[in-house]
């Protein structure tokens, strides 16, 4: 019979996401409840290469479900792609006894995970950290509905100034794979066009539709672009613009960072408490090798090796919603 | 054969709750571009008793989106809920040849909706609006989300001074019947203790843990309070924990109606969106006398006369999570 | 010839407000960039009787200019009140060798400094933190800034649902001897009344500007209170109210503690960097036993012995664009 | 004797700012309470020579101070600055029985009341509605506070990467002519650098001191540019640093558009309000073609012909401040 798991690890890996912290937070607690000893490693996959890890307590994640960020720090590790690395990283956590792993990222520190834990016995757990909202096997990931408040609040104020000079504004939004931030913050916002890389975006129909916009004097337009989007993103699509429409008053908004940060939303928080809370549950139940979702509202575990990023057709009735709405 | 509708009207009733203005929108424009005409009635059924009723375009509805509130005013109406007011209802949305409503509001709205329907040949959709998603039918309701983040960004700043101080706070969050806003929103804010309608409030284990923490030198303790949670309140605790714990440094926050109002969150200006462009929808396929939920991210439509308040037993998980996360 | 000071010590007092971090973080690196080091007391004169005194670097005010509340924590301390408190005060400071003193806090904790510095060696620097704004010898305070535009945020929400309903809103804000939140927040949010400590409160007055407003149909109104008004508060006036217009529809909500928290405002980060920096200039240059004010945008200085609470009129201009804009 | 005004028209003009909805509501109300018709005119001085003009009642200006932007929209009109669209302008306003005008705008619109002022016996007031704060003769103008604040909470938001990932950020703020948005922002949020207009730009301290952070291991590093800076804005400085530390990450963000929108601050609110009641009284009391500013908290005047941008040296203080607390 296997022994208890009774020392785990967590790690932050990848571009970092509001809610990191809560969920940190959250395994933490749960697996000190539980009577474990919990390590932080330090900046993703280099923590445990550099051996980079420290005992955390209760109280050393007091105070944090609030901030954005990850007060564990993150980054991309190219060593941990490596055999030697992996080798590293392993006898890192044996020092301290280490016998499982939760990791907070997106599919590409999955599929590390799933590698790792292939090579050495080390159960890991994943909970979907991405503001982009792009794995497949869960309805949310930890920091898109922050996210994209962050890009609504921010589209609200440029259309102040789109209304009081009635001006066209391209707006770029994050999501270099997936259109869901540009898609909700664009719908949110009463965008009049919103570019996905779902979708192949026909600038002359754009073009179009915003001179049949002029010739019946509707002014003000925002159009939301995924960075992702196939033309070319705002900058390549306000220079077409100008080139068919040279007399159009337009402007470039690119949201950049802050997208990525800020304090959570209730939303980001309470589902990464939840997420926390299982991954500890799992690495008890030895239910091993999964990342956690929300699938339904209820909790769902892929395999990590079917971590993947998520080719989702927009449905239909979102596109109308868009049409329709912003007219 | 049953002829087409092509006139519509659209009201908010009861309390007002954020994304009212996104839904109203959403019907507003839906039904124009299936070439209906629709009237804006005001004060929800008092405007149709009282004939406050006008045609909305298009236009009459651009900018509103990120608004709180609801630019058609809302209201509760006792004479609706006489046979003579409803007649007289009636025959003002006769007048303007009115054949269908969109009512968007809570539980008691929909069954005097479902009252009228029965009486007089206008079919009736309901979209829930109410801050408290205390709705059988539906796993979100319009407002619900904007006004959970309210509080959690005022407990938030509460924390800021409780930790100054390290003192305790007991925080009143909305919620007669439901505690769904003092359970995320005291799960997002590392509340100490819940107390909710759904469970029976047991004062003897609050002042045993609070005298417990107080041995092991925790200091900051914030309890979040559902205003309907059994013992009284807020302001009953209070007095009961200074009799128990007469040292004890507290204070009582009662968050009130800053979480009714406020720019609603992308959440709820999403499903507002699509839940009234679903009730034109409805009103076009004769889908008659139901109300539209949204049920594992699916439409959900339920008939007017089963809407009731949810009672639900909140799970043992959420419960759990609650007790591990604020050690 | 006095030596030069080279080692002082920090401390937040009394009730906290946001910007307090922002001002210990410049003491302490002001203070190191001089070659001093820099202890921080913890609770106010609490920690100075106890002995909780640490060592500060300036990595420990990383990352903090952007949170409410202090991190030193804060209290009133009535032992620093007796003779025997300051003097194991004193002692305490000795065993540091700490020289010299900035407190950060209101009039109530400058008398407790200027008491302290009478009787030993220890000069003290005082900065103004308060949310109230009642200190002579200052235009602005450290906090104001911050709790004026949380005010400001609350009732902008509460407007949505008094417009919604047509509802009178009685809001009150602190201020207990200073009207200045209220003033400020009412003015900010078109309050049609406000009432202050400042000036008597005629609620004859009130009531018939209600009843005329009335009667030309002027349904929303809000009154904003200032805690310290002479007609007993919110709730005393909405009682009144009642009493005396009983079909008046009407809401009472007290902002309380979230006008303490929260991050602070770039213009309390400004003012409390720019103190905090000539804090320890101060100190340097032997200007002892002052509390530092920004008068017509320059730094002023205040015996410590003259702090007292402001007890301003308020000026008639004020009072006359309060009626005129809110008509 | 030269007879009273009585009826008066308002516009916005130039670049929007928050608060422009303040001071127009105060124009408005404080015009009717002294028994003056006031008109709006619509797109600046566009609306003058157009003649979009239309009546404002004081219900017109309800629930807009809030509102970002400026309901009555704004542009720059070439034409006005031709003498035929000044006397078609003037027409216009002769149509409607305008005898004055109150601008709220930059030092531009100033400059074109002015010339239109000295040909026509229309007398103007101006309002300094600007977020750059760029003009002489006012503390404050309407806009700055809040422009500040979106700075600080997007800077703040980027704060949360920049530490999550160790990165140097780079970070454009607005500010043409003027660096007060990018030294104020700068200092609240703790700025390693910042790069202004008023001061040359010398990039060679800057990678000096770059590279000597980096040998003591201080990773977080944010730069603060005004877009005016004379070294040529955020990318131009990312190119030269990346080919001078070629392996630094770093990454740029240009904050853009939403420092112009949002709700106002209650700062702006507030002077807005006075401003905007002082600009009818001065037309009250004919004291003609003057701007208001706000000096030393009373109100100030300017002749108009004396508006001209702020060439003001940046006191040594405040760069000493950046330069000690940033460490």
């Known amino acids: 019979m296997k022994k208890k798991i009774t020392k785990i690890g967590v790690l932050t890996s990848g571009g970092d996401s509001p809610g990191m912290n809560a969920a940190i937070r959250a395994v933490v607690r749960t697996g ?4 474990m000893e919990v390590y932080g490693i330090n900046r993703g996959y280099s923590g445990m290469v550099d051996g980079d ?6 109280r050393s994640v007091a105070n944090i479900i609030q901030r954005g960020g990850t007060f564990l720090k993150t980054s991309r590790c190219a060593e941990f792609f490596t055999k030697e690395g992996r080798k590293t990283a392993y006898d890192n956590l044996k020092k301290h ?11 590409g520190s999955f599929r590390g995970a799933q590698i790792f834990s292939n090579e050495y016995d080390i159960p890991c757990i994943g909970l979907p950290g991405t503001i982009d909202k792009d794995i497949a096997g869960t309805d949310f990931t ?8 962050t890009a609504v609040e921010a589209i609200d104020k440029i259309r102040d100034t789109a209304d009081a000079h009635d001006r066209l504004f391209i707006i770029e939004v994050m999501g270099r794979d997936a259109g869901y931030i540009a898609l909700h913050s664009g719908i949110s916002t009463g965008a009049e066009h919103i570019l996905i890389p ?6 002359e129909d754009l073009i179009a539709s915003l001179k049949e916009k002029e ?13 992702g989007e196939d033309f070319g993103g705002a900058d390549e699509l ?3 613009i100008k080139k068919e429409m040279p007399h159009q008053e337009l402007r470039v908004c690119i949201l950049g960072h802050i997208q990525r940060g800020g304090s959570p939303s209730c939303f980001d928080r309470v589902i990464a408490s939840r997420m926390g809370y299982h991954a500890v549950e799992c690495l008890m139940e030895e239910r091993f090798n999964v990342f956690i979702g929300i699938v339904n509202n209820k909790m769902h575990y892929t395999p990590l090796d079917e971590a993947v990023k998520k080719k989702q057709r927009i449905s239909e009735e979102w596109l109308k919603i868009v049409k329709i709405l912003a007219t």
């Open 32 to 35: 000190i409840y539980h009577g």
């Open 53 to 58: 890890i420290h005992r955390l307590e209760g």
């Open 97 to 107: 006894g280490i016998e499982g792993l939760v990791i907070i990222g997106g599919d």
């Open 142 to 149: 930890i920091g898109f509905d922050t996210a994209v408040n």
């Open 198 to 203: 779902e979708k192949k975006t026909s600038v």
């Open 215 to 227: 010739r019946r004097k509707k002014l003000v337009n925002m159009i939301v672009v995924a960075e």
């Open 238 to 240: 306000a220079k077409h």
